[in-house]
Nanobody, 117 residues
Framework: QVQLVESGGGLVQPGGSLRLSCAVS????????MGWYRQAPGKQREMVAT???????EYADSVKGRFTISKENAKNMVYLQMNSLKSEDTAVYYC???????????WGQGTQVTVSS
């Protein structure tokens, strides 16, 4: 069973930075596409950033130029560096792992990010 554990959330002022981490256990990390998603109160969960097992990266338009996704296969870790945070970035952030074939999708428990003065 694959387990994902996020950490690094918290309260930050507008313009500040946070780094989220996701530790993956229970399977071969390098076989998975990884991603960060977020869900704000009253809104649907949305993609923030994804990185394929081959290293291709995509970002939501709202975070381009501010957020950076990265991973360390040797440590089974994926990160989300968030800079120039805005109040609209406030949400619960979830780590996701997808095994493409056969298809499996796993989620972490989420970590709260609050951007407020």
């Amino acid at each position: 069973q694959v387990q994902l554990v996020e950490s690094g959330g918290g309260l930050v002022q507008p313009g500040g930075s946070l780094r989220l981490s996701c530790a993956v256990s229970g399977s071969i990390f390098s076989n998975y596409h990884m991603g960060w998603y977020r869900q704000a109160p009253g809104k649907q969960r949305e993609m923030v950033a994804t990185i394929t097992r081959g290293g291709s990266i995509e970002y939501a338009d709202s975070v381009k130029g501010r957020f950076t996704i990265s991973k360390e296969n040797a440590k089974n870790m994926v990160y989300l560096q968030m800079n120039s945070l805005k109040s609209e970035d406030t949400a619960v952030y979830y780590c996701n792992a997808i095994h493409p074939s056969p298809f499996y999708s796993y989620w972490g428990q989420g970590t709260q990010v609050t951007v407020s003065s």
